[in-house]
């Protein structure tokens, strides 16, 4: 039997789908890189460098030439009695090689290991490869007296740009992962014999994505039965993974006696009917009472492990864009809109923009509770603009409980979201004509453009995407709600938007 070898990330992808990991083994060619996967990784190194840089003094452990260099050079700073962190020290046991983030010393000779995340809590699978870590290096004869898993603390706020002290706190698991490290020798053998098999048949699921996105998805479904035009996972709320544990993959031919769920009960009824599911009357009084002007409005936010600007908290959710249709009742509509694109704190002057918006309305969001969090935040950050911010936040009214409640197209499959919505009730406003067509775009949109390495050439059309985008989230509202209410498109034109083209 090979022998192969192993680490924590491999241990990982075995411990998400033995699968994914064979593939990696044996046929890395059919890996496909998944979008946003440099970012996240390169966040990931940024905060792993600061937390080095908080645990001053150490030395760093450099792979060079080779990882087995960093073997050495890790045993001989233990040998020379080293008494300062080591980050990335570098450990072999029983085939098995890891590179521990952060080693520091204690008082009585031994050592407290920190696992560093970019994340405000320790995750099932943190803990996982910090047990992983722990198995070898106590293998390798290491005294580990303590292991946590060092994240970024919730509670975090930078105090003034750049000054990034306390950003991390420490979830000690020493006592909670110790029956993981017992097992970790078993599984080693387990993962090292599946790996000498053929490559292990196994479906694709949630797994797939969570917790990490598997680069070797458009594989494993290249390899499996053709799926059913109309799969039982288009349910939403578990009722797909409910269905296919009793057997079923076909929606259309799933008895309706297994559909005990109301909305299941619609999206199979309009789905083999191929007409839509619309209470016109329901949906009418549910955005009846909806006062004038009404507000359309949509964010855009960013948000990073290590905050930028004096204030924000780790992974805060910052609105740097907004766009708001002002519709009167006699039809008349205005658009307002406020984007900042010059690298500072957009949050002070969005709040201050929101104030000019009308006084009085119902101020209608899609997932409303996203924009009201926004701006309650912003009121918690200005307190000077609280009242009016907060006065705001009181009259946001939900369009999503309405659609999802009155409407449904069997093409939105199973999903209630804008752009799922949008395409079966005004196919032609399509986003794939824009520069920015989602949110995650939107986001890489606007870290492009306040880099200063971007050509204004290029911030110029990005500006251009951005405002395009946002705008076209709140005409889509608009648009949506008159076809639930069962008005005719054209009764009040909207205007406001530059065209796309």
């Known amino acids: 039997m090979t022998r192969h ?15 994914k990991l064979w593939l990696a083994t044996h046929r890395p060619d059919l890996s496909q890189e998944h979008a946003g996967a440099r970012a996240r990784f390169a966040s990931g190194h940024a905060v792993g460098d600061e937390a080095c840089r908080q645990s001053p003094g150490g030395v760093m452990v450099e792979a060079v030439p080779n990882l087995s260099a960093a073997v050495r050079t890790t045993a001989d700073l233990l040998a020379e009695g080293h008494d300062a962190p080591i980050y990335e020290a570098t450990f072999v046991h029983d085939g098995v090689l890891v590179r521990c983030d952060i080693l520091e010393p204690r008082s009585d000779g031994t050592w407290h290991m920190a696992e560093v ?12 490869d910090l047990a992983t870590q722990l198995w070898v290096a106590r293998g390798a004869g290491v005294p580990i007296s303590s292991a946590a898993i060092r994240h970024l603390d919730r509670d975090f706020r930078l105090p003034e740009d750049g000054d ?8 000690d698991q020493t006592n909670d992962i110790a029956p993981i490290v017992a097992e970790r020798g078993a599984l080693v053998q387990h993962i090292r014999t599946m790996l000498a098999g053929e490559e292990p048949d196994c479906a694709t699921g949630t797994h797939c994505t969570k917790p990490y996105h598997c680069p070797f998805q458009a594989h494993c479904l290249s390899t499996q039965p053709a799926a059913a035009e109309w799969p039982v996972t288009i349910l939403p709320h578990g009722g797909g993974d409910r269905l296919a ?5 076909d929606l259309t031919q799933v008895p309706p006696a297994l559909l005990t769920n109301p909305t299941h009960r619609r999206i199979q009824h309009a789905t083999l009917s191929g007409q839509p599911q619309h209470d016109v009357e329901g949906a009418r009084a549910a955005i009846a009472d909806w006062a004038y002007p009404r507000i359309w409005l949509d964010f855009e936010t960013v948000s990073e492990g290590i905050p930028r600007w004096a204030g924000c908290r780790p992974w805060q959710q910052v609105p740097f864009q907004f766009s708001a249709h002002v519709e009167q009742a006699g039809g008349a509509m205005s658009h307002v809109e406020f984007l ?10 969005c709040a201050l923009a929101l104030l000019d918006l009308p006084e009085k309305g119902a101020v209608i969001a899609w997932y409303a509770s996203f924009e009201k969090s926004r701006i309650k935040e912003l009121a918690k950050d200005f307190p000077d603009l609280a009242p009016g911010l907060l006065a705001l936040a009181d009259r946001v009214v939900d369009l999503l409980p309405v659609a999802r409640d009155h409407w449904y197209h069997r093409d939105q499959r199973g999903s209630w979201s804008i752009k799922a919505v949008l395409p079966t009730i005004a196919p032609q406003m399509s986003y794939l004509s824009l520069e ?13 453009a306040i880099s200063p390495d971007t050509m204004p050439a290029r911030r110029a059309l990005l500006e251009q995407g951005l405002r395009l985008y946002c705008g076209r989230d709140t005409e889509a509202m608009m648009v949506v709600a008159r076809a639930l209410a069962g008005e005719e498109q054209g009764d009040r034109p909207i205007s406001g938007l530059p065209s796309p083209d």
Request: glycine share 8%.
């Open 164 to 171: 990034l002290t306390g950003l991390f706190t420490d979830s």
């Open 117 to 128: 995340k970019n994340s405000t809590a320790a995750k099932a699978e943190h803990v996982r």
């Open 340 to 349: 900042q694109m010059d690298g500072t704190d957009p949050r002070r002057a």
């Open 5 to 19: 070898s192993l680490s924590k990330s491999r241990i990982a992808a075995y411990e998400q789908c033995s699968r």
């Open 436 to 448: 920015v067509k989602d949110g995650g775009q939107a986001q890489q949109a606007y870290w492009e």
């Open 245 to 249: 544990a009793l057997g079923h993959d």
